[in-house]
């Protein structure tokens, strides 16, 4: 049987090496979304959950004023002024790139109030920074992509050396550690002017309904600005994900059923061009379990080299998207061990209709005469 | 001892019925060289098929051993195949692509018997091919195909070895060199054997003679003490 295989496969190299190809782009493509989707995903909720805000205020335009910086002077006297305010604070949050002894790495600025919301962030060890000191408090999540980093030492931000007062927990924003910065200070190391904000946090006074405030502050505001409770912010990005997850498991569903028809092309070809060897087999008493497991055996040759490549290159990929993206990529076993599934389910999959053509084939043919 | 009974076969041409294998009772002595003859679209094939399990007759009995194989499986009737019966065919049906020895090998791997490497070199010997082991089947000669071909058929030691028309693609030096190859490896192996020929060179050298015609099978000689 393997001497079939072997020979088969030979023969065969052009055809069988294209599907390996296509097998391979297939688990490159499901790895890849994978990595980016879990890393993504899951930091960012772990965030939200952490910023105890009751409203929030973000320009229009941006995602709930993630990643980006707006100008307007007026704009927290103005929600300041809505009933049932206790206090606001303008938020800076844009992705920058942090380097210690030569490790460089992806971190997302937050920029905060000194003494406001962030202030009260669950620390690992430490303290927040504090305003006109050349601070900065980071996630644990950083320490461990930076061993050896510690309260005391320092970090070069935008070329610009900031000291660790702080290890934060659970801030693994936009899939990439948080750092905290007093505001002013994040405006300074980013070049920004003293009014850029990218959202407002709200507190609500005693006994004040934040839902009732958020109402008020879009009346008074208008449809420029945003402003949703917490809740609705967290919705929204539950929302958002769920389409994004829907796409993407679209692209994915897609890029299987394209793989697992290579694969059935491949080894229908293959079986149509050796009904007379099937045939040959059978009448020397293969049984259809014998015919079916070259089949099977067939497809199971394009996928698992298919299935490697697909590894290796989908792997070198993701990781290497945050050399050219603010994004923080963790792959893990599970995923390998999915790709690995879903590679053999395809095989299995496409084999499916050759399988089903070999077990029709009459041993009688061998007898003919061609 | 390979037995039929009252074996018919009809197939539908188009709508219209032909009898092709007309109540055939046929029964097989070990070590005797049965040939059958006739003219083309008399059956012999189709009995051949028949007796080699590719094909199921619409009535009668195939004794294996005594036992009725009719009513089996095709996973059953399989294993008997690759177990009990060696089939030889006109066009060789060797695999191309594999060499002379794995080609040998393939019958006893479709069978599960494993370690018959040195069998199938004894065997390669035997018909004159030890020095072709290597070589691939589409490198050789009619003639060395079909005892390739031979080899494969008994690397089991099948209990019947069934021929159509063995000498059928093969030049008249080969197709002598053939003959006289089946019939002694018949007559040494003590193996039940039927071989369904247009050659009147295998004919000649039959223990059994029989001819078809138009679905029935006649005896038209026996050798003395077959």
């Known amino acids: 049987m393997r001497a079939i295989l072997r020979a088969d496969i030979s023969r065969k190299k052009k055809r069988i090496g294209l599907s390996v190809v296509s097998i391979a782009l297939v688990i490159t493509l499901f790895l890849i979304i994978e990595a980016l989707s879990g890393s993504f995903f899951n930091s960012f909720f772990s965030h939200l959950y952490n910023t105890k805000a009751e409203v929030w205020v973000s320009p229009s335009m941006s995602f709930s004023g993630i990643g980006g910086t707006y100008t ?22 844009l992705p920058s790139r942090a380097r210690k002894d030569g490790i460089r790495t992806n971190v997302t600025i937050v920029g905060f109030a000194d003494g406001g919301e962030y202030e009260k962030t669950v620390m690992a060890s430490g303290r927040m920074p504090r305003r006109g000191n050349n601070e900065a408090a980071v996630d644990e999540s950083l320490v461990a992509r930076m061993p050896g980093l510690k309260t005391g030492n320092s970090v070069v931000v935008m070329g610009r050396s900031v000291k660790i007062v702080g290890v934060t927990r659970g801030h693994n924003l936009i899939a990439a550690p948080v750092m905290f910065l007093e505001i002013n200070k994040a405006r300074d190391i980013l070049d920004l002017k003293s009014t850029d904000l990218s959202y407002i946090l709200v507190q609500p006074k005693a006994g004040a309904s934040g839902a009732i405030i958020a109402r008020e502050t879009q009346k008074r505001l208008g449809r420029k600005y945003r402003v949703q409770t917490k809740d609705e912010v967290i919705a929204e990005w539950r929302r958002q994900m769920s389409y994004i997850t829907s796409v993407l498991n679209f692209v994915i569903g897609i890029s299987f059923l394209i793989g697992t028809m290579v694969i059935a092309v491949t080894i229908y070809t293959s079986v149509i061009e050796r009904v007379r060897e099937f045939g040959i087999l059978k009448a020397l008493g293969a049984t259809n379990w014998y015919v079916s497991r070259l089949v099977i055996l067939e497809g199971l040759a394009i996928a698992v080299p298919g299935l490697i490549i697909g590894c290796l290159i989908g792997a070198g990929v993701a990781l290497s998207i945050p050399l050219v993206m603010p994004m923080d990529i963790a792959m893990n076993a599970g995923m390998f061990l999915r790709a690995a599934l879903a590679s053999i389910g395809i095989s299995i999959l496409g084999s499916l209709i050759g399988l089903r053509r070999a077990a029709q084939v009459d041993p009688i043919i061998a007898i003919r005469t061609v | 001892m390979v037995e039929m009974r009252g074996i018919s076969k009809k ?12 109540d055939v009772s046929l029964s097989l002595n070990p070590g005797d060289f049965n040939v059958v003859v006739g003219p083309s679209g008399s059956g012999k094939t189709t009995l051949l098929s028949i007796m080699g399990l590719l094909l199921k007759p619409d009535s009668g009995e195939i004794l294996f051993d005594e036992n009725n194989v009719v009513g089996l499986g095709q996973n059953d009737l399989a294993r008997i195949r690759s177990g009990k019966i060696g089939f030889v065919f006109q066009e060789f049906n ?102 369904v020929t247009h050659d009147q060179r295998l004919a000649d050298v039959a223990d059994v003679l029989y001819e078809m015609n138009d679905g029935r099978l006649a005896a038209i000689r026996r050798k003395k003490g077959a």
């Open chain 1, 72 to 93: 307007e002077k007026s704009l927290q006297d103005d929600v300041e002024s809505v009933d049932g305010v206790a206090s606001s604070e303008p938020v800076i949050t």
């Open chain 2, 11 to 22: 197939f539908d041409w188009g709508g219209q019925e032909s009898k092709v294998v007309d």
């Open chain 2, 94 to 195: 060797l695999l191309e692509y594999l060499t002379t020895l794995e080609n040998v090998l393939l019958a006893a791997n479709i069978a599960g018997e494993k370690g018959k490497k040195e069998t199938a070199v004894k065997l390669l010997n035997e018909v004159g091919l030890g020095h072709r082991i290597n070589n691939l089947a589409n490198q050789l000669s009619g003639g060395e195909k079909q005892r390739v071909a031979i080899c494969r058929a008994l690397i089991n030691d099948p209990s019947l070895l069934l021929a159509d028309e063995p000498t059928g693609n093969l030049d008249s030096k080969n197709g002598h060199e053939i003959i006289t190859l089946l019939k002694n490896l018949v007559g040494d192996k003590n193996i039940t054997s039927l071989l």
